[in-house]
């Protein structure tokens, strides 16, 4: 996952995270869980460590509040807990499937876990990208105007064909890397349907057609 991308994820999370805290103070007052409290001021100061040892310590008492599994979630995000934070996303999945953004930030913990995580067999990272995938189609399904849920499912499908299009790898397939590319452009040029003068963009999709025609 390249800088901007990450950029933009974390950029997304902190309107996300407005928009829920909004929510949230509106029933700090009333809330009986003095962890619930403390944890959510230390996630708007910024505070993602405390945030997310506050948070922690409200389970299972909260574990049914999806805005509390949110803010556990994003600060396990933001602390470079990946997998902790796409379980947290997936518990506010189950809670309320239509939260695009939840899937949004499990998409992208299962991403980054995919790439970053060197322990990780090359048919579990396939399994990640494909989950992350799969969870960036339903958050488009359920808000498909938001351009940053089509540009990160063509960073995951890339980061798919690199995975499965290299070479001697145990999970190498042409035909399947030439679709994940396939996919990646399709996505970054709807990307570019919104918005046609992202020269970023358009360096993606040259570099995704470069990558599919150069496969072995």
Same mark, same amino acid.
């Given at each position: 996952?390249?800088?901007?991308?990450?950029?933009?994820?974390?950029?997304?999370?902190?309107?996300?995270?407005?928009?829920?805290?909004?929510?949230?103070?509106?029933?700090?007052?009333?809330?009986? @869980?003095? @962890?619930?409290?403390?944890?959510?001021?230390?996630?708007?100061?910024?505070?993602?460590?405390?945030?997310?040892?506050?948070?922690?310590?409200?389970? &299972?008492?909260?574990?049914? !509040? &999806? !805005?509390? /599994?949110?803010?556990?979630? $994003?600060?396990?995000?933001?602390?470079?807990? $990946?997998?902790?934070?796409?379980?947290?996303?997936?518990?506010?999945?189950? /809670?309320?499937?239509?939260?695009? @953004?939840?899937?949004?930030?499990?998409?992208?913990?299962?991403?980054?876990?995919?790439?970053?995580?060197?322990?990780?067999?090359?048919?579990?990272?396939?399994? /990640?990208?494909?989950?992350?995938?799969?969870? $960036?189609?339903?958050?488009?399904?359920?808000? &498909?105007? =938001?351009?940053?849920?089509?540009?990160? +499912?063509?960073?995951?499908?890339?980061?798919?064909?690199?995975?499965?299009?290299?070479?001697?790898?145990?999970?190498?397939?042409?035909?399947?890397?030439? !679709?994940? $590319?396939?996919?990646?452009?399709? =996505?970054?040029?709807?990307?570019?349907?919104?918005?046609?003068?992202?020269?970023?963009?358009?360096?993606?999709?040259?570099?995704?057609?470069?990558? +599919?025609?150069?496969?072995?």
């Amino acid at each position: 996952m390249n800088l901007k991308s990450l950029k933009l994820g974390l950029f997304t999370g902190v309107f996300a995270l407005v928009a829920l805290s909004a929510n949230a103070q509106q029933k700090q007052a009333e809330h009986s @869980n003095a @962890n619930v409290r403390m944890g959510q001021k230390a996630l708007l100061d910024g505070d993602f460590k405390n945030a997310e040892s506050y948070l922690t310590k409200a389970l &299972p008492e909260e574990g049914k !509040d &999806p !805005d509390v /599994l949110y803010m556990l979630g $994003y600060s396990q995000f933001q602390n470079g807990d $990946y997998k902790k934070s796409a379980e947290t996303f997936g518990k506010v999945v189950a /809670l309320n499937p239509k939260n695009a @953004n939840a899937l949004y930030f499990k998409a992208k913990a299962n991403n980054t876990l995919a790439i970053q995580t060197n322990k990780v067999s090359a048919a579990n990272k396939e399994q /990640l990208l494909r989950v992350a995938i799969e969870d $960036y189609s339903k958050a488009i399904a359920i808000t &498909p105007t =938001d351009s940053k849920f089509y540009q990160n +499912r063509a960073i995951a499908n890339r980061d798919l064909g690199i995975l499965i299009g290299t070479a001697g790898t145990p999970n190498y397939n042409k035909a399947m890397a030439t !679709d994940a $590319y396939n996919n990646a452009i399709k =996505d970054y040029e709807k990307v570019l349907s919104f918005d046609s003068s992202k020269k970023d963009i358009q360096t993606e999709v040259k570099k995704a057609k470069v990558y +599919r025609d150069n496969l072995k």
